[in-house]
């Protein structure tokens, strides 16, 4: 199987175990979801992601695993995995204002994605 179709069939899988967890944490689409579903999921996707790097599969793999199921359930893994590797790396600057920045900005991005989607919607 291709590596491209092996990512989107992990993908696909992630997708779906994301939606079953806030299933069955009592969130059946709803628009907002629980903070504790939402902190869980991303904490577990850095304790996976964690140990796919302590166990090092052979690229393919982790690729599928890392990009495609693990990219679909949760992106805080990516970039927690990236805050390791600066921090492991000895580029503390970089380490540190990766979250930071990520944080800051994704929320600000957010609000205004927030206040330019509410003007596009119909009234």
């Known amino acids: ?3 491209g179709l092996a990512v989107a069939v992990a993908g696909a899988a ?3 175990a994301r939606y079953l967890l806030d299933f069955c944490a009592g969130d059946y ?11 869980a999921i991303n904490v ?4 996976l992601l964690g140990l796919l790097i302590g166990m090092e599969p052979p690229g393919g793999v ?6 495609g199921f693990l990219g679909a359930v949760t992106t805080f893994s990516t970039l927690m995995g990236q805050m390791y590797h600066a921090l492991s790396s000895e580029k503390y600057a970089h380490g540190l204002m990766l979250p930071l920045g990520s944080v800051t900005l994704g929320v600000f ?3 205004v994605g927030v206040a330019v989607g509410r ?3 119909p009234a």
């Open 62 to 67: 982790r690729v599928v695993l890392v990009v």
């Open 119 to 121: 003007t596009m919607a």
């Open 109 to 111: 991005a957010l609000w």
């Open 1 to 3: 199987m291709p590596i």
């Open 14 to 16: 992630g997708a779906l």
């Open 29 to 39: 689409l709803e628009s907002h979801h629980p903070v504790y579903v939402t902190f």
């Open 44 to 47: 577990g996707g850095s304790l």
